[in-house]
Structures are given as C-alpha cells and as structure tokens.
C-alpha cells in the first residue's frame, strides 16, 4: 500500500443508490491517487475522484476538498461530518494479476477512464 493520506469527512450524501463522501485532506500532500482497491477507512472506493465546487469564505474555491465514491452505499453509515478518516491506495505493483478490462469509472468531467490509470488529484 502506498502511504495513508488523512481526511476530515465533510458531508455525506447519497444520490440514486450511490455514496458520496466530501471530505477535506488534512496536511501537506503531493498526489492523491485513487485506484482499484483503494479504501476510505476500510470502506471499498470506485474508481472516482473529483473536486466539488465548494467555496471559501471569500469565495474562492476550495481545492483541499475532495469527492470519493462508495463501492456499497451501506459504508456510508460509517461516516459523520467531523470524523477523520484514512486515504489507502494500493501500489500499482501490488495487484499484477487484476484484469482491469470491464472496469470503468468516470473522472469528474464525465468521461469514461481506463481503470489501469488511477484517479489522480495533484494540488497544494
């Protein structure tokens, strides 16, 4: 597993059957990457990863906020606003053997991805 990368859950929210989770990374980072068997506290992720359009105070927007979806909407109860939880990313070296094909998921701009590449969200 690559290293745990901390969040603060910020909402929660579920849309025709799928979890969404807002959440604010605490710390200092470089890459966040969301890849097959990446997990939220444990909680199985889709292959998704998006900024929402929340905004700061003065109206800026906020590029510390991510979006994560649930693989079983059920997780969702796990989480409250508030609770701090732990981004886990498989190394890509780690899972040879997974067949990606059939896999899709879809980047904030609503185009379908090759799973083999991971979702990546690169700021400071």
Do not use: K
Request: charged share 25%; proline share 7%; aromatic share 8%.
């Amino acid at each position: 597993m690559s290293p745990m990368i901390a969040f603060e859950v910020e909402q929660t929210l579920q849309i025709e059957g799928t979890a969404y989770l807002f959440a604010r990374v605490l710390g200092s980072w470089d890459e966040i990457v969301v890849r097959d068997g990446s997990t939220l506290d444990g909680a199985p992720l889709h292959l998704h990863l998006d900024f929402p359009r929340a905004f700061d105070a003065a109206g800026e927007p906020r590029m510390d906020v991510f979006v994560f979806a649930l693989r079983d909407a059920d997780d969702l109860r796990r989480f409250a606003a508030g609770q701090q939880v732990l981004l886990e990313t498989p190394d890509q070296s780690s899972t040879p053997g997974d067949d990606p094909r059939g896999q899709l998921g879809t980047n904030g701009a609503g185009r379908d991805h090759d799973p083999a590449s991971p979702m990546v969200g690169i700021c400071r």
